[in-house]
């Protein structure tokens, strides 16, 4: 394992499925669902879900870039929803349900651009995956972390 361990930051509709396939990612080695991209100092999910916050819900993945590279964490991420739907994933809707990447540097930023770049060519409609700069990443309820597991589920979808 890599000393310098990195993060990246993604919102991908309900936080919970999202969750799970980063946590089966080889080279990931944490990952924390909560509340970025708003403007209200520690929300409750009562709060974001109010639509008023400005919140996504989001994951925030530790992982080793000598195991997993943070260009395929990202070629991984557009498999994992459907970055076309603006401000919803399937039966979720409102803005905390937003598809986003929040870049801890400019790098990751240059890497997420071409990425979703790449990725528009595979879909028929343009890809509304909002690319910024992270900013305060609020850890979710503790019933909300690893959600699925403590249920009994390994997905939430259909």
Known sequence: ??????????AAGCFWGVEVDFRNTP?????????????????????VCSGTTGHAEAVEVTFDPAEVSY????????????????????????????SAIFTHSPEQAE?????????????????????????????????HQQYLVKNGRATCRI
């Open 111 to 143: 890497v997420a651009a071409e990425s979703k770049a790449r990725a528009q060519v595979r879909f028929g409609q343009p890809i509304a995956t909002e690319i910024a700069a992270a900013g305060t990443f609020w850890p979710a309820e503790e019933y």
């Open 71 to 98: 260009a395929d964490l990202v070629d991984r991420f557009w498999s994992f929803h459907d970055p076309t739907q603006v401000n919803r994933q399937g039966w979720d809707v409102g803005t905390q349900y937003r």
């Open 27 to 47: 080279g990931v080695t944490d990952v924390r669902v909560g509340y970025t991209g708003g403007r209200t100092e520690a929300p409750s999910y009562e709060d």
């Open 1 to 10: 394992m890599s000393a310098q361990l990195e993060q990246a930051t993604f």
